[in-house]
RNA sequence: GGCGCUAUCGUCUAAGGGUUAGGACAGGGCCCUCUCAAGGCUCAAAUACGGGUUCGAAUCCCGUUAGCGCUGCCA
């Protein structure tokens, strides 16, 4: 069975690069049958925070890819503790009695720093004695330097991977305040969980080694490892939250209208593509097509400018999320765009028998032109709402000569028509402009901004019926 | 400093020994049109640099440069 797990630190939101590792590991258990382990790295209790948490859970679950078990390290803590003694026990840990801060000589002396000799080859007697004294230590891992061994992996993503054991440095397992660090933690959880396949960040490529090596130490099976490519910020350093803020938080996608399908479609193309110049793909695609080995090994740039309210995200992933906007089926659409007039204390136009269209058809017909959920609260706000701003554009076309005293008489014709259709609206509304010598353009854009307050929008005949004629009558008359 | 990973249009990417180096976003233009989108067409835009191997290199090898990662009692 196929256990994959992604293991978030509870020290700040979900920032997009988490998000796609997440997306990635979820994708691949789906199409492997597998399950999907949601594990929270909270060794370090100083920094992880509740409302962390919260955030990482919130942005997790608003992307509508369920996880199947739930853990935090937290409450493993003994199963960590027991398995860092049974390596000292073996002889494979030891304990380095250094103080914290204080610079083995020999890291001053070669540059790289591998392992504390005097710490390495104490006695265990001695170990012991100034353990129980109560000198503070923290527990290492023997890392066999002597041998020339080379150890070896093949990365799913990266490749034949190898390092000499000589490089890698005793590595710390167990805290001076007896708590494990995450090498320790992540790997006996990930053996005791059953993790068969590692999906994370290429900054964990190197870290692969010591995580082998104490697999190896544990006696649990070593699973598959992948690798993904960094995402990186507009200025090339590696996505964080620190250093770019709430701006790459999966949430701030939420909350300015993306769709789950639509961030999910932006962040899958990111380091990886179907390799046939498809681009908008849906989830269930995704699932089928998503492969380990097509995932490219160059980290890729997020492009988004702070300072700009239009393009705070990749105008490339704005551009998706309209796409899949418009192609979801508009009855999958619905929950989500009643979310959002919902949020924004609107009541849902209700169905007033047949002479409105249905939400949906208003939904769709407006969509094509939006890009997030936003937009039905902005500019669709005439279609939802009887209060709505008219902008500046749509002002000057109602000012144009006549146009004001024209709509009011349309008003009047279309309150005699017996059948209220775009066509019967438009052959009224052309004769009404020709009976008057008027260019019919000038009242159908005075149309469309008195009944929507904007310059721009669909067919002008279209809103009238999106709008039902008591709306549009009395729209009219106000102008 | 040491070890490792990576390098194709501004950005995301395709091509993995033979292509006019393809697509998408963003940008320019045209068509459509009651406006704006959408859509269609189109223009501009790239193989980091230097060597090698080869009849032939974006592709394989070496070096350089640059970026990134690890080198923590962070994860």
Known sequence: MTRVRFAPSPTGFLHIGGARTYIFNWLFARQHGG??????????????????????IDGLHWLELPWDEQHHQSERRTKHVEAAEALLAKGLAYRDFTRQNALPEAKDAAGVWLANPVMRELTRDESDRRASAGEPFVVRFRVSL??????????????????????????????????????????VDDSDLGITHIIRGQ??????????LLFEALGGDLPVFAHLPLLLGPD??????????????????????????GIINYLC????????????????????????????????VVTFDEDSEQSWADPKALWI????????????????????????????????????PSLEATVDLIRSRFNTLKDFTERGAAYFNDT???????????????????????????????????????TTLRSLAEERGMKAGLMINGARAALSGQSVGPSAFAIFTALGRDCVIDRLRKV
Do not use: C, M
């Open 321 to 356: 999320n309209g796409q899949q906007l418009r192609s979801l089926p508009v009855r999958d659409l619905l929950p989500y765009v009643e979310i959002e007039l919902r949020e924004a204390g609107w009541r849902l136009p209700q169905n007033e028998a047949g002479r409105k």
């Open 35 to 56: 399950k999907v382990v949601l594990r929270i790295d909270d060794t370090d209790r100083e920094r992880s925070t509740d409302e962390a948490l919260q955030s990482i």
């Open 203 to 212: 900054d964990h490529l190197t870290n692969t080694f010591k995580h082998i």
């Open 388 to 426: 709505f701003p008219t902008d500046i554009k749509a002002e000057k076309n109602l000012n144009k000569e006549g146009v004001r005293e024209s709509l009011r008489a349309l008003a009047d014709r279309l309150a005699t028509l017996n059948d209220f259709t775009s066509e019967s609206v438009e």
């Open 146 to 187: 002597g041998t020339d061994r080379t150890i070896t992996f093949h990365d799913q993503v990266f490749g034949e991977q190898s390092r000499k054991i000589a490089d890698i440095e005793d590595f710390a397992l167990l805290r001076s305040n007896g708590s494990p660090t995450y090498h320790l933690a992540s790997t």
């Open 269 to 300: 193309l990111l380091g990886w593509s179907p390799k046939d110049n498809q681009e908008l793909l849906t989830r269930g695609e995704l699932i089928e097509l998503f492969k380990l080995e097509s995932v490219n090994r160059t980290n890729a």
């Open 236 to 261: 090339g350093s590696k996505l964080s939250k620190r250093r770019h803020g709430e701006i790459v938080s999966v949430t701030n996608y939420r909350d300015h209208g993306f769709l789950p399908q």
